[in-house]
């Protein structure tokens, strides 16, 4: 990788609190390994995922030929994400 944001990686890692759980959406950008958008919330919903990836689009980290990777949990296969990646 020469140059950073063209790719980025995403994961949902959840952490415990003293109320539940918290569930930390990231995305990386590997040339960098910076944390270059997160979410937070107490769901897994495809929201938090989207709001990590907009966090990363809004603060200028995403080129527009960027590869993203991610697992194959629902979050990152739903048309929703793949939307919030087009954009």
Do not use: K
Not at 34 to 63: K, S, Y
Request: glycine share 8%; charged share 20%.
């Amino acid at each position: 990788m020469t140059s950073p944001h063209l790719r980025l990686v995403g994961n949902i890692t959840c952490l415990p609190d003293f109320e539940g759980w918290l569930y930390l959406a990231t995305v990386i950008d590997l040339h960098t390994r910076e944390i270059v958008g997160h979410a937070m919330a107490e769901h897994m919903r495809t929201d938090l995922v989207c709001h990590a990836i907009d966090l990363a689009a809004a603060r200028g980290f995403i080129d527009d030929d960027a590869v993203f990777h991610s697992g194959r949990g629902v979050q990152y296969t739903s048309g929703q994400f793949r939307a919030a990646l087009a954009e």
